[in-house]
């Protein structure tokens, strides 16, 4: 079994709208796979999929290896989740909610659910009730009744919601040494691309419905192009200039700020060619693209989240 | 499946439904009081037994009272996992969504016979009351327990009737639509309890099942029967093929 998830053109239609379009996840054993994509771009209809709370219109998921549908109940033994903002009882205790979820996975056992607490920093509300929590503590409740079983196999959509950065940094803590501890992988999405960065090990990105890019995040690091960026007196000018003198040189413009791509052998002659056409050149950076940027280009501009 | 109906159970400790449903069946036994007392005052040469005075409260607990209270906390139970959010936690877990029904119609009914039991138990206290001030006839424990079967047939038969309220409140994700509903069959209840006609009308009908009136109207009890079953069929059928069949967004 080479990958944990695994899924065949997913596909769900709701009616004329395709919300998932043959997608094909490739999640290897004990790996953190970063989901990427705008509001709407499919993905938490994608893990509703993998947990059998929304049911796939075509295509085939298989986890650990089986078809999600053959022993399911054995299957999903071994997998924690959170979907959105975690839903639990109000009207009772953290505590009495994660006893509630043990038993009915008729794995009860008090130690286990008091050691979740703990990790997430329950312990101390764990007998408050659900409803006077906070946004923050209903979150880490979620991660606790997500892993509170040891699963193989966690799939988190956006679990960092609502946390502030102490607990950001304690989850994702937390999740780097459950995957290089005991070999967990990780299933994640989230709108916050600097934290996807730095856990992922492989990044999928899906936008209108598609996985349009799943890509190893060393691969990632080949693929960051530098570029030069030039703010000048003239932008159009500049465009001119370039078209002119440099025609196969990637480049993009803003008002009056020029970014030239992968061309950084070019840019003393490109800023001698700029003074002599009367351009006042007032700032030259050379800069790399950061991951928020390659995928905004990627999804067509407008920020991933 | 035990462990199912237990989580069930777990899930109403604190819950406001429980004071708000005791509170709320216990109607029927301060009508009857007062009815009583009524009674007492106006016609005082009218003899009354603790027998007459729960006969008359199946009609306020099967048809009025108990009967709204009862689509109540049936819309609360099966419309909580959506309003808190709960099925997409619970549902990965797994837990099969047939049994999951299950243990909520298992719940439900434990529910409806301890609210049954409550209003039973309720008008023998509030008629101890009137006995210990004005004395009423044959009012002794053993009068009061031959009524307790017909109690708890009643909310058993009252639980099938119900089944349709946990399709509307699955289907609409709330209270709204089950307790307008409610409204509706109890208004026609109120319109058919004193015709033959209410044997055809599940929710009368049932009344009309534990009085025993059915035969006595010249119609068969098994007809009843059948449309109270079938009724409740429905009901469940429709509860579990949307729950099954359900994407849940």
């Known amino acids: 079994m080479k990958y944990i998830i695994e899924t065949d053109h997913l596909t769900k239609r709701y009616g004329a709208n395709l919300v998932v379009n043959q997608v094909n996840f490739h999640v290897p054993k004990g790996k953190v796979y970063g989901l990427l994509g705008r509001n709407g771009a499919g993905k938490t209809t994608a893990m509703k999929m993998m947990l059998q709370l929304v049911f796939p219109t075509g295509g085939s998921i298989r986890l650990f290896g089986k078809d999600c549908r053959d022993n399911a109940a054995a299957l999903y033994r071994n997998i924690g989740s959170i979907i959105e903002t975690p839903g639990f009882y109000g009207n009772l205790t953290g505590e009495e909610n994660l006893k509630i979820l043990a038993r009915l996975r008729g794995q009860f056992s008090k130690n286990a659910v008091l050691d979740a607490l703990e990790i997430v920093g329950l312990n101390k509300e764990r007998r408050k009730i659900f409803s006077d929590y906070s946004l923050g503590m209903k979150q880490r409740l979620g991660i606790a009744a997500a892993i509170m079983h040891k699963p193989k196999l966690l799939i988190l959509d956006e679990p960092i919601n609502g946390l502030d950065p102490i607990g950001i940094w304690e989850i994702r803590t937390f999740l780097t040494k459950l995957t290089r501890d005991n070999g967990t992988t990780v299933f994640i999405s989230s709108h916050v691309l600097s934290e996807i960065e730095q856990i992922a090990d492989i990044i999928g990105v899906m936008h209108q419905g598609r996985l349009i890019e799943e890509v190893d995040m060393a691969e990632l690091g080949k693929r960051s192009r530098t570029y030069t960026e030039f703010e000048l007196s003239d932008g159009q000018l500049a465009v001119k200039i370039i078209k002119d003198h440099y025609r196969d ?11 030239v791509y992968g061309s950084n ?15 006042i050149v007032t700032k030259i950076n050379p800069r790399e693209e950061n991951l928020e940027e390659y995928f905004s280009k990627l999804i067509g501009g407008g920020g991933i989240a | 499946m035990l462990n199912l109906i237990l989580c069930e159970l777990l899930k109403l400790k604190r819950s406001k439904m429980i004071p708000i449903s005791i509170m709320g069946v216990l109607s029927t036994p301060m009508l009857m009081l007062l009815e009583a007392l009524q009674t007492h ?4 040469e009218l003899a009354f037994t603790l027998a007459d005075i729960y006969k008359s409260s199946v009609l306020y607990s099967m048809l009025l009272t108990n009967m709204i209270i009862y689509v109540a906390i049936t819309a609360f139970l099966f419309s909580r996992e959506y309003s808190e959010n709960t099925l997409k936690t619970i549902i990965p877990i797994p837990v099969s969504r047939s049994k999951l029904l299950i243990g909520k119609f298992c719940a439900l009914l434990l529910w409806i016979l301890a609210l049954n039991f409550v209003t039973w138990a309720g008008i023998f206290m509030v008629c101890g009351l009137y006995h210990i001030v004005f004395t009423l006839e044959k009012y002794s424990f053993s009068s009061a327990i031959e009524w307790l079967p017909k109690y ?3 909310g058993i038969l009252m639980f099938l009737t119900i ?43 049932i009344f009309f099942l534990v009085q025993g009136k059915i035969n006595s109207n010249g119609y068969i009890t098994a007809l009843s029967i059948i449309i109270v079953l079938l009724l409740s069929a429905a009901g469940f059928v429709l509860t579990f093929y949307h729950l099954k069949t359900e994407d849940l967004k």
């Open chain 1, 249 to 259: 040189t990637n480049y993009t413009i803003q008002d009056n700020t020029l970014r």
């Open chain 1, 265 to 279: 052998h070019l840019v003393g002659e490109m800023n001698r060619d700029f003074a002599l056409n009367g351009l």
């Open chain 2, 41 to 44: 005052f106006d016609k005082p």
């Open chain 2, 152 to 154: 708890l047939l009643g």
């Open chain 2, 163 to 205: 089944s349709p309220f946990a399709f509307a409140a699955e289907k609409t994700k709330g209270f709204v639509a089950p307790v307008i509903g409610s409204a509706v069959i109890v208004m026609g209840s109120a319109a058919l309890a004193n015709h033959d006609w209410g044997a055809f009308y599940p929710w009368t009908a």
